[in-house]
């Protein structure tokens, strides 16, 4: 995955309920922010209890990358998304901004160190 296949990459394995795949897309220590100015969970392990707790069943998300600013071991990628599914009383919809930072590893992978999908521009 380059950083600009990111999006694609992470909403694939998003819509087709992959949540190991998904996370091992993250680097071990990396910082998800779960709610609009919310303390950031830390690790794969926390990531997974949120996503796996989130209240909206059959979710489908559609991301849209805007930009993606890359150098040599680091890239920052900025996004649109809509994500919908059905919550407690029926069809539920949820639209936001995500900004999230990949590093380069060692290997020559990317994997994400930062996620925010509650970013505001």
Do not use: C
Request: hydrophobic letters at 40%; zero cysteines; charged letters at 25%.
């Amino acid at each position: 995955m380059s950083p600009a296949q990111a999006d694609e990459v992470w909403m694939g394995l998003f819509n087709t309920g992959d949540i190991d795949g998904l996370l091992g897309l993250y680097e071990d220590d990396a910082l998800f922010v779960p709610e609009p100015g919310g303390k950031p969970l830390v690790g794969p392990d926390a990531i997974r209890d949120w996503i796996t707790a989130f209240p909206m069943r059959e979710p489908s998300i559609d991301l849209r990358t805007h930009v993606v600013y890359e150098r040599e071991n680091d890239a920052v990628v900025y996004s649109d998304w809509t994500l919908t599914g059905v919550g407690e009383d029926g069809p539920a919809r949820m639209d936001g901004q995500a900004v999230i930072l990949l590093r380069k590893q060692t290997d020559g992978t990317w994997r994400l160190g930062f996620d925010d999908p509650f970013a505001q521009r």
